[in-house]
């Protein structure tokens, strides 16, 4: 079953412009990662957001994460063509046994036009 | 630091055939996770081991796909016979895990089509 849902489900912008993408999940949480996948290959994580924090920042990067609403969102500023890609968000619970479970969205694909 | 390795990257076969996907995870890394990922969609989770013990199969299809973790090491996903609906890319990932779900590490894939 899919957790998360991400908005818009496809964007396109320019170069140099910044980029929202937006998750929404429904059950509680430990943590939300946001992945990004080329065309083609696997997924690389980005940044992780526990549920007791708001707000992070990775270079470029911006998360934000807002329990009472179920909601987060991943700002990409100043894009580049390079930013180009699927972007998922994956919400962190608890799992069987001691390990943690990993439930992925359907993913926001992004264009950066040159 | 080695990546998760996987294989073939490539496989195509006829339907009612069966197939074999490989993983050899990140050294050290407990926890070992196979997705299924449908075109134009996030992956799907369907087997998760830690160590060589299986801790979620919920979602995996057993009367066709099998899949094992021998040694806590190394992983094989298994699909017979393979169905139309089983094309899609298969991702092994791995994580230390903790108990909270930390980031995982995701292998390129195997990109399954069933004819």
């Known amino acids: 079953s899919q957790q998360g849902e991400e908005d818009p489900q496809a964007l396109s912008i320019q170069e140099g412009e910044n980029a929202t993408m937006n998750c929404s999940y429904k059950?509680?949480?430990?943590?939300l990662q946001w992945y990004r996948q080329n065309s083609g290959r696997g997924l690389v994580h980005l940044i992780l957001?526990?549920?007791?924090?708001r707000e992070k920042h990775s270079g470029r990067l911006r998360v934000t994460l807002d329990t009472s609403k179920k909601s987060s969102s991943l700002l990409i500023t100043a894009s580049r063509a390079a930013d180009t890609a699927s972007y998922f968000c994956a919400t962190g619970s608890h799992g069987s046994g001691n390990t943690g479970k990993l439930i992925f969205g359907q993913g926001t694909t992004l264009q950066v036009k040159p | 630091e080695a990546g998760v390795a996987q294989s073939p990257r490539y496989k195509i076969i006829e339907k009612r055939q069966s197939v074999a996907f490989w993983c050899n995870p990140i050294?050290?890394?407990?926890?070992l996770y196979w997705y299924q990922q449908i075109l134009g969609q996030g992956p799907k989770l369907l087997i998760q081991f830690q160590n060589n013990g299986v801790v979620d199969d919920s979602q995996l299809p057993k009367d066709r796909f099998s899949a094992e973790r021998l040694k806590g090491v190394d992983s094989t996903l298994k699909i017979q016979p393979a169905k139309l609906e089983d094309s899609a890319v298969y991702l092994c990932?791995?994580?230390?895990?903790?108990?909270?779900?930390?980031?995982?590490?995701f292998g390129s894939g195997t990109q399954l089509s069933v004819l």
């Open positions: 059950t509680s949480i430990n943590n």
């Open positions: 990932a791995s994580s230390l895990d903790r108990g909270s779900g930390e980031k995982l590490f």
């Open positions: 050294s050290g890394h407990a926890t």
């Open positions: 957001i526990r549920s007791n924090e």
